[in-house]
Protein backbone atom coordinates (compact mmCIF):
# COMPACT_ATOMS: atom_id res chain seq x y z
CA UNK A 1 0.00 0.00 0.00
CA UNK A 2 1.44 3.20 -1.08
CA UNK A 3 1.64 6.10 1.39
CA UNK A 4 3.17 9.35 1.58
CA UNK A 5 2.82 10.89 5.21
CA UNK A 6 3.57 14.67 5.53
CA UNK A 7 4.22 16.46 9.08
CA UNK A 8 6.04 19.15 10.27
CA UNK A 9 3.27 21.90 9.28
CA UNK A 10 1.88 24.46 12.32
CA UNK A 11 1.54 27.83 13.38
CA UNK A 12 4.37 30.13 13.20
CA UNK A 13 5.09 33.90 13.41
CA UNK A 14 5.88 35.90 9.82
CA UNK A 15 9.88 35.57 9.68
CA UNK A 16 10.05 31.83 11.35
CA UNK A 17 11.13 28.92 10.09
CA UNK A 18 8.83 25.45 9.31
CA UNK A 19 10.98 21.91 8.00
CA UNK A 20 7.99 19.57 6.58
CA UNK A 21 8.52 15.92 6.30
CA UNK A 22 7.04 13.56 4.11
CA UNK A 23 7.89 9.81 4.63
CA UNK A 24 6.86 7.48 1.28
CA UNK A 25 5.91 3.88 1.94
CA UNK A 26 5.06 0.74 -0.69
CA UNK A 27 6.74 1.98 -3.62
CA UNK A 28 10.79 2.63 -4.38
CA UNK A 29 11.01 6.00 -3.25
CA UNK A 30 14.56 6.66 -5.07
CA UNK A 31 12.64 5.85 -8.40
CA UNK A 32 10.53 8.48 -7.93
CA UNK A 33 11.07 12.50 -8.73
CA UNK A 34 9.31 14.40 -5.38
CA UNK A 35 7.45 17.48 -5.35
CA UNK A 36 5.70 19.41 -2.69
CA UNK A 37 2.47 21.54 -3.75
CA UNK A 38 0.92 23.69 -1.97
CA UNK A 39 -3.15 24.88 -1.43
CA UNK A 40 -4.60 28.08 0.23
CA UNK A 41 -8.19 28.13 1.03
CA UNK A 42 -10.45 29.27 -2.07
CA UNK A 43 -7.38 29.12 -4.29
CA UNK A 44 -5.74 26.63 -6.64
CA UNK A 45 -3.67 23.94 -6.01
CA UNK A 46 0.20 25.83 -6.77
CA UNK A 47 3.64 23.92 -7.25
CA UNK A 48 6.15 24.98 -4.83
CA UNK A 49 9.18 22.24 -5.53
CA UNK A 50 10.60 19.21 -7.31
CA UNK A 51 13.42 17.23 -6.68
CA UNK A 52 14.69 14.77 -9.29
CA UNK A 53 15.02 11.05 -8.19
CA UNK A 54 18.54 11.20 -7.56
CA UNK A 55 18.45 14.81 -6.29
CA UNK A 56 20.90 16.08 -9.38
CA UNK A 57 18.05 18.80 -10.39
CA UNK A 58 15.83 20.55 -8.02
CA UNK A 59 12.81 23.59 -9.22
CA UNK A 60 11.24 26.16 -6.87
CA UNK A 61 8.77 28.51 -7.70
CA UNK A 62 9.75 31.81 -8.15
CA UNK A 63 7.08 32.59 -4.92
CA UNK A 64 9.35 30.71 -2.68
CA UNK A 65 12.62 30.91 -4.21
CA UNK A 66 15.24 32.23 -1.51
CA UNK A 67 13.33 30.90 0.98
CA UNK A 68 12.23 27.40 0.63
CA UNK A 69 14.86 24.44 0.07
CA UNK A 70 13.49 20.63 -1.35
CA UNK A 71 15.38 17.87 -0.63
CA UNK A 72 15.74 14.49 -0.31
CA UNK A 73 17.43 11.04 1.77
CA UNK A 74 16.46 8.18 -0.35
CA UNK A 75 17.73 5.76 2.55
CA UNK A 76 15.24 7.11 4.69
CA UNK A 77 12.36 7.86 1.67
CA UNK A 78 11.72 11.28 2.99
CA UNK A 79 11.84 14.00 1.31
CA UNK A 80 11.77 17.57 3.41
CA UNK A 81 10.66 21.08 2.71
CA UNK A 82 13.13 23.83 4.80
CA UNK A 83 10.78 26.95 4.51
CA UNK A 84 12.76 30.50 5.70
CA UNK A 85 11.53 33.52 6.28
CA UNK A 86 7.90 32.32 6.07
CA UNK A 87 5.17 35.29 4.96
CA UNK A 88 1.62 35.27 5.71
CA UNK A 89 0.55 34.30 1.70
CA UNK A 90 2.38 31.39 2.33
CA UNK A 91 -0.52 30.25 4.72
CA UNK A 92 -1.80 27.06 3.49
CA UNK A 93 -1.89 22.97 3.13
CA UNK A 94 1.10 21.92 1.57
CA UNK A 95 1.38 18.50 0.09
CA UNK A 96 4.35 16.18 -0.90
CA UNK A 97 3.68 13.86 -4.10
CA UNK A 98 5.52 11.11 -6.43
CA UNK A 99 6.04 10.93 -9.91
CA UNK A 100 7.35 7.79 -11.41
CA UNK A 101 8.64 9.77 -15.14
CA UNK A 102 11.93 11.77 -15.42
CA UNK A 103 11.80 15.04 -16.70
CA UNK A 104 14.03 17.78 -17.08
CA UNK A 105 11.20 20.46 -17.86
CA UNK A 106 10.36 22.75 -14.86
CA UNK A 107 6.87 22.68 -16.95
CA UNK A 108 6.71 19.43 -16.69
CA UNK A 109 6.93 18.98 -12.93
CA UNK A 110 4.69 21.95 -11.89
CA UNK A 111 1.60 20.47 -13.38
CA UNK A 112 -0.10 18.66 -10.43
CA UNK A 113 -1.65 15.51 -13.30
CA UNK A 114 1.76 14.25 -13.98
CA UNK A 115 1.79 13.03 -10.16
CA UNK A 116 1.67 8.94 -9.67
CA UNK A 117 0.90 9.23 -5.35
CA UNK A 118 -0.25 12.35 -3.12
CA UNK A 119 -0.31 12.71 0.43
CA UNK A 120 -3.38 13.73 3.04
CA UNK A 121 -1.66 17.15 3.22
CA UNK A 122 0.03 19.15 6.54
CA UNK A 123 -1.62 22.54 7.54
CA UNK A 124 0.86 25.60 7.80
CA UNK A 125 -0.48 29.32 8.97
CA UNK A 126 1.60 32.19 8.74
CA UNK A 127 0.15 34.83 11.31
CA UNK A 128 0.86 38.56 10.47
Known amino acids: QVQLVESGGGLVQAGGSLRLSCAGS????????MAWFRQAPGKEREFVAV????????YTADSVKGRFTISRDNAKSTVWLQMNSLKPEDTAVYYCAADSRTSYSLEYYARGAVYDYWGQGTQVTVSS
Open 26 to 33: GFIFSSYA
Open 51 to 58: IRRSGDIR
